[in-house]
């Protein structure tokens, strides 16, 4: 049998071309330098392999154009070796683009107004939240109380927010 040129052989239907492989390339790099945007308890959180987590370390101490290009050049073909989908949560959880991240939001708000509110939904907390710092979560809430009956900018009602933002990140209770 006779191939025409127009055909194309099996081999080139499996293979993706080359323009298709660049792209797959640079978004691989794109998604190693937004790492480098994630808050570092987050980074150190991530599983990753620790070779890419010394060039994320290297890169951020790169100041010239061309060093940081050649590094995340080479952080993309260490992202070869890395799965990007888990990645990709993590980072969308840190910028809170996320539906996880928004449902997380809004419950320690709603958690934050009703320990302010309600001396009862302590117990509520501290069961969902075993191994905290009972003692702790006390004292702020007392803090926004009293800031919030004197009229005051809500700063210890805030530092409760994040408090239980915390919590519930490390407890992996989202």
């Known amino acids: 049998m006779v191939r025409l040129p127009s055909q194309p052989t ?7 071309s080359k323009s298709q492989r660049k792209r797959e390339m640079t978004a691989l790099q794109a998604l190693g330098e937004s790492l480098l945007e994630l ?3 987050l980074l150190a959180r991530i599983d990753l ?6 060039a994320l370390a290297e890169m951020s ?25 888990p990645l990709r949560a993590a980072i969308e959880m840190a910028r809170g683009e996320s539906r996880q991240a928004v449902a ?11 320990l302010i509110a309600d001396d009862a939904a302590l117990a509520g907390v501290v069961a969902q939240l075993p191994g905290a710092d009972v003692q702790a979560l ?4 007392r803090a926004a109380r009293r800031e919030q009956r004197e009229g005051r900018p809500p ?13 519930f990140l490390h407890a992996g209770n989202p």
Do not use: F, N
């Open 138 to 141: 006390r004292a702020l809430i």
């Open 39 to 41: 808050p570092p308890p």
């Open 10 to 16: 099996d081999e080139a239907v499996e293979r993706p």
């Open 155 to 167: 700063k210890h009602a805030r530092q409760l927010y994040r408090w239980l933002h915390e919590q």
């Open 49 to 54: 392999p620790e070779r890419l987590r010394e």
């Open 104 to 114: 997380l939001m809004h419950r320690c708000e709603r958690l934050r107004e009703q």
């Open 61 to 85: 101490r790169i100041s010239t154009h061309e060093g940081r290009r050649r590094q995340a050049q080479y952080i993309g073909r260490l992202m070869r070796d890395v799965d990007p989908e």
